[in-house]
């Protein structure tokens, strides 16, 4: 009955702590100004189902994505088995879907294997992070807390797996041996390797060793849950939504600026501007995360930090400072620190800083806008997209473009052309223009 | 079969217009091939494709102006809807509805762009032209100039990436008797020549390798006679690359149009 109470609120006080995490993450994203996407829910609910149900994106790298689709099936398999533990820790039962007969074991030996999966999957996650050292997760944005996020997600990943195992071979021992309350439900696939390593123990030893586990892998599961909105981990949410909300236009396509159509409409025809008394755009480009819109700033909390994106980048490959991955992992840095700002004080609150405290302008000359960082993201994030909002700003309100740019800039303007040639020389190449003819 | 020369005279859109004429397609020739030495080559090349297959065609001439794609980029976003919205009154009020270009630049700024301030147009990029006559029967090569050549082709970003379209060009080449070979990055994952994004007319940011020499070393890989590209800003940075690796007289480097200029010996 007290293990029941303590069960029901220790969910209630998880649960109810993630909904505070999230719905901070949530109001952090909806600072962003707000944008029309476009496209059918059809398509959209297709991406989902292709990329971030279906992880087609992952298997861009082969061994990552298979090993990442073990983990991640698996994982999600082994945890129907929370059924069975909610029905056990509420009722105070033991293995309450054990009536299932012959089916027991199997259902059980089955989520074993999935759980053997999750293990090895890690495992060898952990070597190639840290043994291998995977060129990609070394890079200078990987300090040291990316790096030891992801190794303590993997890790404890084995924990609550190695937990199962121990739950089960102790529980099959005690049903042998005819426990109280360990009624026979079958032998385990997996778990009865580990009965030779229990054996010789006591029953009180096993019976702790089980109600350990047990409660281990259930309180694990709780932190492990609210650990999740403090970590590059939030993937597991958020990345079916960012999916759902790509943009399906043309990759080459930029975002449309309408109050600059509505000041180049006005230049053009002599006529007064049309000022939307509603609209929300105050500046040309992003300088803050609360310029950017909210795609962009959930684009940051989705990211995984797989460094995909760097990997493929040619401005990366080449030695230059550029890093796509840490564009995003600043944005969704700095919006973390907006959003600490305005729970300490209040939501206008302004600490004088900016994104570009975070980003150098170094780094955002050196994209070439190639898009081969957005094609190999797994989760759909737009890393151009950010990049060139905060070009915009940079050129457009700072004035501060580099000089050789601003060189074309004029030339376009005054001769048509990013050289300088003059306009009435479009024609010169057609001049003695022969073509051979057969007759 | 006697053969000829015969003098184009590049169709300018105001003067058929002035006549009551409304050409097919109008040829958007681009900042790079009116005024790059090199894809001007390109131009030529493709304006005498157009002329041998009696293509309806004009060009702009010197009422076109910068499609504002670099500026775009670049982060001037004022500049870029200017030229946007004067070129596309240009272009509607000559009532155009299809275009080409070879510039893939231009053809996403074009196609993907310009619908947003009124510009709805048919774009083609050169190279779906002539693989569309290809596909009609209308453009078939049987001279095998590069029989005993192996070709490569760099994937231009803006055509790829940014627009998917892989299989044009390789088409195209498909029908020109050849070898091809793919560099280890191609497709979707190819690397970028270095010069999209306003960085064809900046200084790269410090590193320790060009954009241009890592993709040219992917061209030198493959062994390829010859690197074809369908993009002025690749074309410029190959030639670069080319020349850096001191094999500028081993491979050389042509546009699609030019590997069709040759094999039609025109």
């Known amino acids: ?207 702790l060793i089980d109600r350990t586990c047990w409660w281990l892998h259930i309180v694990g599961i709780m932190v492990f849950l609210n650990y999740i909105p403090y970590s590059k981990h939030f993937h597991v949410f958020l ?3 960012n999916v759902f909300y790509t943009k399906l236009e043309p990759v080459g396509k930029l975002a449309n600026m309408p109050s600059i159509t509505a000041e180049v409409k006005s230049m053009l025809t002599g006529e007064e501007p049309l000022i939307d008394e509603n609209a929300e755009e105050v500046s040309f480009g992003a300088k803050d995360v609360k310029e950017l819109n909210w795609k962009h700033l959930m684009d940051s909390y989705t990211c995984t930090e797989c460094g995909r994106c760097t990997a493929v980048c040619p401005a990366n490959l080449t030695g230059k400072l550029l890093s796509p991955r840490k564009v ?30 975070y980003i ?57 052309a990013p050289w300088q040639f003059a306009q009435d020389d479009r024609m010169l190449w057609a001049d003695e223009l022969y073509v051979n003819t057969k007759v | 079969m006697i053969e000829s020369k015969k003098k184009i005279e590049v169709p300018v859109m105001a003067d058929l217009f002035a006549k009551g004429e409304k050409p097919e397609y109008l040829l958007w020739v681009g900042s790079a091939g009116a005024f790059d030495d090199r894809y001007k080559k390109v131009t030529r090349a493709f304006v005498k494709i157009l002329t041998h ?119 195209v080449l498909d029908a020109i008797p050849s070898k091809k070979v793919e560099m280890k990055r191609s497709k979707s994952k190819a690397l970028c020549c270095g010069a999209g994004g306003g960085q064809m007319f900046k200084e790269a940011e410090k590193g320790d390798k060009e954009v241009f020499i890592e993709r040219t070393e992917d061209v030198l890989e493959t062994n390829a006679d010859i690197i074809v590209t369908a993009c002025p800003y690749c074309m410029v940075m190959m030639t670069d690359g080319l020349k850096y690796k001191n094999k500028e007289e081993e491979i050389k480097n042509y546009d699609i149009a030019e590997l069709i200029e040759q094999t039609l010996e025109l």
Request: glycine share 6%.
């Open chain 1, 328 to 357: 995003i992992m600043d944005i969704r840095d700095r919006l973390e620190l907006v959003g600490k700002n305005i729970d300490k004080n209040e939501i206008d609150f302004s600490d004088e800083k900016s994104l570009f405290d």
């Open chain 1, 1 to 207: 009955m007290i293990n029941s109470i303590i069960f029901i609120l220790l969910w209630i006080g998880a649960i109810a702590f993630f909904t505070w995490n999230v719905k901070k993450i949530s109001r952090n994203i909806k600072l962003g100004k707000s944008i029309d996407i476009k496209g059918n829910k059809k398509e959209r609910w297709g991406l989902v189902l292709k990329v971030a149900i279906g992880q087609s994106k992952m298997m861009g790298l082969p061994i990552s994505g298979i090993l990442h689709i073990l983990v991640y099936a698996g994982f999600i398999l082994v945890n129907i088995e929370m059924l069975e533990v909610m029905v056990d820790g509420i009722a105070g039962t033991h293995r309450a879907l054990s009536f299932f007969g012959f089916l027991y074991p199997i259902a059980i030996s089955a989520f074993e294997i999935f759980a053997l999966l999750v293990v090895v999957g890690c495992l060898v996650f952990l070597v190639r992070r840290n043994i291998l050292r995977v060129d990609r997760f070394w890079k200078p944005e990987m300090k040291w807390w990316p790096r030891l996020d992801a190794n303590l997600i993997l890790i404890t990943e084995v924990v609550l797996m190695m937990s199962i195992f121990f739950m089960n071979a102790s529980d099959t021992i005690l049903q042998l041996r005819g426990a109280e309350h360990y009624k026979e439900v079958g032998s385990f696939f997996l778990s009865s390797f580990f009965i030779p390593i229990l054996n010789d123990l006591p029953n009180e030893t096993l019976i």
């Open chain 1, 360 to 416: 150098s302008a170094e780094e955002l000359w050196a994209c070439t806008t190639c898009n081969a960082c957005t094609n190999v993201c797994p989760v759909n994030i737009d890393q151009v997209s950010s990049i060139i909002e905060l070009r915009r700003y940079i050129v457009m309100e700072q004035a501060a473009a580099l000089g050789e740019l601003n060189a074309i800039f004029s030339n376009i303007e005054n001769n048509g």
């Open chain 1, 239 to 241: 990345s079916f939504i």
């Open chain 2, 53 to 171: 297959f009696n293509i309806s065609y004009a060009v702009l001439g010197i009422e076109e102006s910068s499609s504002g794609d670099v500026a775009r980029r670049a982060g001037n976003e004022m500049l870029f809807q200017m030229q946007a919205m004067s070129n596309i009154e240009l272009l509607n009020s000559y009532e155009i509805k299809n275009i080409i270009t070879c510039d893939p630049h231009a053809f996403n700024t074009l196609k993907n762009e310009y619908s947003e301030y009124d510009g709805h147009y048919k774009v083609l990029h050169h190279t779906q032209f002539l693989q569309q006559l290809i596909a009609e029967g209308k453009l078939k090569i049987e001279n095998d100039l590069f029989k005993d050549k192996t070709i490569t082709y760099h994937d231009p970003c803006y055509l790829g990436r940014a627009n998917g379209e892989y299989n044009a060009p390789r088409k």
